[in-house]
């Protein structure tokens, strides 16, 4: 968990087993991101470079823009979620025990994995890949690829994040349709397999109302904004599709030009701004040194073939867990709203959310959502402005940007706030994260030579069992 760049730590830091923050923060973050792509108020800002987007964001201080335009995003909807506010309340308990604690426990308590393999491997390097591929939807699903339904705007189709992310780099349809929740336009499962499991959970009837778009309504779109593959398509649709657009959609061309209006003084704040000074967040640096060590040693222990077969499927099954609580439960359930889900479904989610230890549902939709709202502007958490690095992971390691921390408390997250399961695992993340997604996947396997390592790794474990997305995030 890291320490959320931009906010100080007046209570202790959430964690669930992605541990990429609780469910409503995630979605709160991700709606700003696309509600400002890539403007100063993207919280992932892709403007500022790969490694910004990519990681960057989380390591300095939210931009100024992120913090107000995020409060300007209407979270009212997870507020009334008592799953997601119920997640957001014991995040801090839910996220260290689902990412840390059972992942490591499991391997060597039930078939005598080695402890110290069973938490490099099954715990720490499964983290560390779950967190780079998702950072590379910040990254490089807005740097590289072709951009079939909006040339104006940076997120592209990323064939290769794609299939990393179960469905995730059709980012140009995404940002184009984000309530549609297959979040590509594919009518097969290949590279999307989130929505595979979205389908098999509406057969049985734990999720329903799922929200798509119209062939008609994407192709429409696509001769209006999308890269013409002839001069006859965009002839097309001046003949044709404009007036229909006139009649259809004149109230959208109202908001069109509000929003054009925000885009032109955000660009304007991101040149006023420009003498801001970004500030590393320190913490988040040594908890990314930590969690690279002791996952480059997890890399080690699988080329050599250190461990028991079953503690590869182990960390394979965790690992996967983990994508479906982000991608199926923070990012499209709880940040966008493009299905809804049943109780069951909803528990199994917030479960899988605390595994993967990125922070809680609360925290995950609150910068999504921020980000949609504020793209690549200095508002977006991972602006992508500021580089590949930044938007991957680097904006982990600096303070956010005034803008960040400013445009953030602008978006409605009551949907959010009202879910008591949300909050439940908000408020004790930590420590259920850190015990699902770091002591579980390495005690698990762990047989009776811990003594062989007890003094040896102690400090190691510690430092470890204390890590998680969400601490490194709480710094504004």
Known sequence: MLVEPGHHLRRPPPLTIAFQNDVYEWARDHRVHHKYTDSNADPHNASRGFFFSHMGWLLVRKHPDVISKGKTVDMSDLEADPVLMFQRKYYLILAPLCSFVLPAVIPWYCWGEDFYV??????????????????????????WGTKPYDRNIKPAENILVSYLTMGEGWHNYHHTFPWDYKAAELDKYSGN?????????????????????????????????????????????????????????????????????????????????????????????????????????????????????????????????SNIGTICGAHRLWSHRTYKARLPLRLFLIFCNTLSYQTSVYVWARD??????????????????????????????????????????????????????????????????????????TVVPWDVQIHRYASRHVAGQQCGSSLGYQALRQYY
């Open 118 to 143: 069973s938490w490099c491997y099954a715990t720490m390097l499964r983290y560390l890949v779950s967190l780079h591929f998702t950072w590379l939807v910040n990254s490089a699903a807005h740097m």
């Open 193 to 321: 397999l989130s929505t595979a499991f979205i389908d098999l959970m509406a057969k049985i009837g734990w999720a329903y109302d799922l929200k798509t778009v119209s062939p008609d309504m994407v192709k429409r779109r696509m001769r209006r904004t999308g890269t013409a593959t002839t001069k006859s398509d965009s002839k097309e649709y001046q003949q044709e599709d404009r007036p229909l657009f006139i009649e259809r959609y004149c109230d959208k061309l109202q908001i069109r030009i509000i929003k054009v209006a925000e885009l032109f003084l955000s660009a304007l704040t991101d040149i006023m701004s420009s003498t801001y000074k970004r500030e590393i967040v320190w913490t988040n640096v040594f908890l990314l040194t930590a969690y690279h060590y002791f996952g480059l040693h997890g890399l080690y222990h699988l080329v050599t073939a250190q461990h028991y077969w079953i503690t590869f499927l182990w960390a394979f099954l965790l690992g996967e867990l």
């Open 368 to 441: 999504h959502r921020v980000h949609h709202k504020f793209t690549d502007t200095d508002a977006d958490p991972y602006n992508i402005n500021r580089g590949f690095f930044f938007a991957h992971m680097g904006w982990i390691m600096v303070r956010k940007h005034p803008d960040v921390i400013n445009k953030g408390k602008s978006v409605d997250m009551s949907d959010l706030e009202n879910d008591r399961m949300v909050m439940w695992q908000h408020r004790y993340f930590t420590v259920s994260a850190t015990l699902l997604s770091f002591v579980v996947p």
